[in-house]
């Protein structure tokens, strides 16, 4: 459970990942969506200590992009990322994996 | 340390058919159980049970059974890094089961054998006639392996029945003042209800006054919850609290007039500071029987349901909705249920959202900037509440919780209550769990090893708790 469930499950789908401790991963990632795509950031994820039974509250980014729909915050990352909460609606009719929460994120980014 | 044994009603009737016979003699069977510890109390909650095999147990009036079985079931309960349950049977006999000293031998001989291949002691259960149960943990002593009784065997399911070590827990005498609530259900109800501990997680408008009717009911044990200050605006809604306790924290508060209002002869009214994510305050409501679930927020929502299946505790839970508009009030629901084992989850029935459970977490839903930025019909920028509307959830609440112990007419169930103000229509929720519910499957009955970490840091109650302090250190 936890940030190396999380860990595990992103190494599965091929994201070379970093775990911080505390729950803290990131891993390179490509913008698949949106009108930054193709653009190569760090998303970073602070994992619930009971996940997959909750999700993460947003990810976190750097270069420190802004999302329209605002709601971004400092991150636990340092300085140069941001933290964009954005809680997954219906998590609970899930099969609560990275692979669906991935999905979400592709979504948010979509939006910018 | 104190003791107490729990199981589902499924399992409950398979081992009842397995140990109460047809032809009226004795058997036996092994079943596995998992640790539940809260601060005060230790709980085995039965898992799997392990039937005999073709000739690995013997009826004969009373009940023996040959050392592989023994073995065999050891083994399942070790490879599953849980402990292991003797039960056997008394067909003739009613209430809590002393032991024979055949069935003292019985239990003593392997109980050793059992701390060494589990790390668990041996839990001996006696199922009586009558369908009471009875239980003893096996410890180590400095004179051998030696019997100590559990409190209560708690079955739980549609309803919950509690069997009570008598010598224990004797039933509470009930004087004058509880003689119109007897005469409704009968004096071994009301023993079997006013024995019960009870938590109610939250003191606010309807934790208070679901708090009063228990201590009113003559439960003897109330465990209040909440990290909490009085504040001016709850003041239209929290029972006892009045504008000199502004400041206050609202357990103590409470406290202090449920000792008034409580027909117990000796209550024993617990306040607590703390909030049920917080490790010290999770393992408070592991002592409890019953909780009741007066918070509004996901993550203790998210943890009381962890705790109504893995723990095999009732969680009573409802809940407020208000459709105020520009020009006096649309309507408003509330609503009342159960979550437990045979009973929908809170996470099925919507009452919280996991999405938002790791936002609270961080303190965003404590952060005003944030929650001004959420959608205006959004559930956690509705903070709209009146007391008769919270008056009338907790009256619904007590009600299901009298229902689930009670069983008027044997019916302990009725389905989710959801009352519509506006149109005065009292509806019911009857449906089950979602089929993929991780807490009706994976998690029930699991304790200790459900292997989820649902408490942490509470700023919040934190700054609460050091507000209070330093209010009082300046006065």
């Known amino acids: 459970m936890g940030g190396p469930e999380f860990a595990r499950q992103l190494r599965d789908l091929g994201y070379q990942v970093t775990e911080q401790g505390d729950g803290n991963v990131r891993f390179p990632w490509e913008i698949p969506v949106g009108s930054r795509v193709g653009e190569l950031i760090t998303l970073g994820f602070t994992v619930p200590p009971d996940f997959p039974v909750t999700p993460p509250g947003g990810p976190c980014v750097t270069p420190a992009l802004q999302h329209p729909h605002g709601a971004v915050h400092p991150a636990p990352f340092g300085s140069g990322w941001v933290y964009w909460s954005r809680p997954f609606p219906g998590w609970a009719s899930t099969d609560r994996t990275v692979r669906t929460y991935m999905a979400h994120v592709r979504h948010l980014f979509g939006q910018i | 340390m104190r003791f107490s044994t729990a199981l589902t009603a499924a399992l409950d009737t398979e081992m009842n058919e397995h140990l109460l016979r047809e032809d009226g003699q004795e058997d036996l069977c092994f079943a596995i159980w998992r640790p539940s510890r809260g601060r005060e109390r230790l709980t085995a909650l039965v898992g799997d049970v392990v039937l005999p095999e073709d000739g690995e147990r013997h009826v004969h009036g009373n009940a023996s059974f040959e050392p592989r079985y023994f073995l065999r079931a050891l083994a399942h309960a070790s490879a599953d890094g849980a ?4 039960l056997h049977s008394h067909p003739g006999g009613i209430g809590w089961q002393g032991m024979s000293p055949d069935d003292i031998n019985a239990e003593r001989r392997h109980a050793a054998q059992t701390l060494v291949a589990t790390g668990l002691p041996l839990v001996g259960m006696t199922v009586a006639g009558d369908g009471s149960w009875s239980s003893r943990v096996w410890r180590r002593t400095e004179d051998g392996y030696n019997p100590d009784g559990c409190e209560s065997v708690r079955v739980v399911g549609q309803r919950l029945c509690s069997s009570y070590n008598d010598r224990l827990v004797p039933a509470p005498a009930a004087d004058g003042r509880l003689v119109r609530t007897v005469s409704a259900w009968g004096e071994r109800a009301q023993a079997d209800l006013a024995r019960l501990h009870v938590g109610v997680i939250g003191a606010g408008s309807v934790g208070s006054m679901v708090a009063e009717a228990l201590a009113r009911l003559g439960i003897v044990k109330i465990t209040l919850m909440d990290h909490d200050s009085v504040q001016l605006h709850n003041l239209d809604r929290c029972l006892h609290a009045t504008r000199s306790d502004v400041g206050r924290a609202k357990v103590h508060v409470l406290r202090h007039a449920l000792l008034s209002s409580s027909t117990a002869a000796e209550p024993d009214i617990r306040a607590s500071e703390l909030s049920v994510v917080e490790d010290e305050g999770f393992h408070s409501a592991l002592d409890c029987d019953v909780l009741f679930s007066c918070v509004d927020r996901p993550w203790p929502r998210a943890a009381l349901n962890l705790i109504a299946y893995a723990h095999l505790i009732p969680v009573v839970d409802g809940g407020i909705m208000i459709e105020a508009a520009l020009r006096g009030m649309r309507g408003a629901h509330w609503r009342a249920h159960i979550a437990g084992p045979g009973r929908r989850c809170l996470e099925c ?15 965003l839903l404590d952060d005003p900037e944030y929650i001004r930025g959420l959608p205006e019909d959004h559930a956690l920028r509705r903070n709209e509440n009146v007391f008769p509307f919270s008056m009338n959830v907790a009256s619904f609440e007590v009600l299901q919780f ?18 519509q103000f506006a149109l005065g229509r009292h509806l019911r929720d009857y449906k089950a769990c979602r089929e993929e519910c991780w807490y009706a499957t994976r998690f029930q009955a699991r304790g200790d090893q459900a292997g989820v970490a649902v408490t942490g840091n509470h700023a919040a109650a934190q700054a609460a708790r050091l507000a209070r302090r330093t209010r009082t250190t300046s006065q």
Not at chain 2, 83 to 86: D, E, F, Y
Not at chain 2, 402 to 419: H, K, N, Q, S, T
């Open chain 2, 402 to 419: 009298i229902r689930m112990v009670v069983a008027p007419g044997g019916l302990a169930d009725v389905g989710g209550e959801d009352y």
């Open chain 2, 349 to 363: 029935l919507e009452q919280y959202d996991p999405g938002l459970v790791q936002a609270e977490r961080e303190g």
């Open chain 2, 83 to 86: 402990g292991l349950a003797l």
